[in-house]
């Protein structure tokens, strides 16, 4: 079984800083592209970031200069540092990332979602 955590959430001021990680686990042959993706109250998921196997990132206008995303990939692990939050940014933050996960003598492609992690910005 394949599985992604995250860890990181929590509650900052406006301005702050936090650092959100995500880490996959299981039967993984390969990991290829990894997302966030968040959702606040009332609102539709939206991609924030993703990036390749190969470090090629891209960010939401919204977080651009604001939030990077890296990966560390002997970790199975990414990351998403978000600096000069703003309130805007509340929201859970999702993980997503396109596996191949080994069964057996089977390669399986899988989507994988991890639970979500809160991240709430107030005074």
């Known amino acids: 079984q394949v599985q992604l955590v995250e860890s990181g959430g929590g509650l900052v001021q406006p301005g702050g800083s936090l650092r959100l990680s995500c880490a996959a686990s299981?039967?993984?042959?390969?990991?290829?592209?990894m997302r966030w993706y968040r959702q606040a109250p009332g609102k539709e998921r939206e991609l924030v970031a993703r990036?390749?196997?190969?470090?090629?990132?891209a960010h939401a206008d919204s977080v651009k200069g604001r939030f990077t995303m890296s990966r560390h990939n002997a970790k199975n692990t990414v990351y998403l540092q978000m600096n000069s939050l703003e309130p805007e940014d509340t929201a859970v933050y999702y993980c997503n990332a396109d596996i191949v996960a080994q069964d057996g003598v089977y390669r399986r492609y899988l989507e994988v979602w991890g639970q979500g992690t809160l991240v709430t910005v107030s005074s």
């Open positions: 990036i390749t196997s190969g470090d090629f990132t």
């Open positions: 299981g039967t993984i042959f390969s990991i290829n592209d």
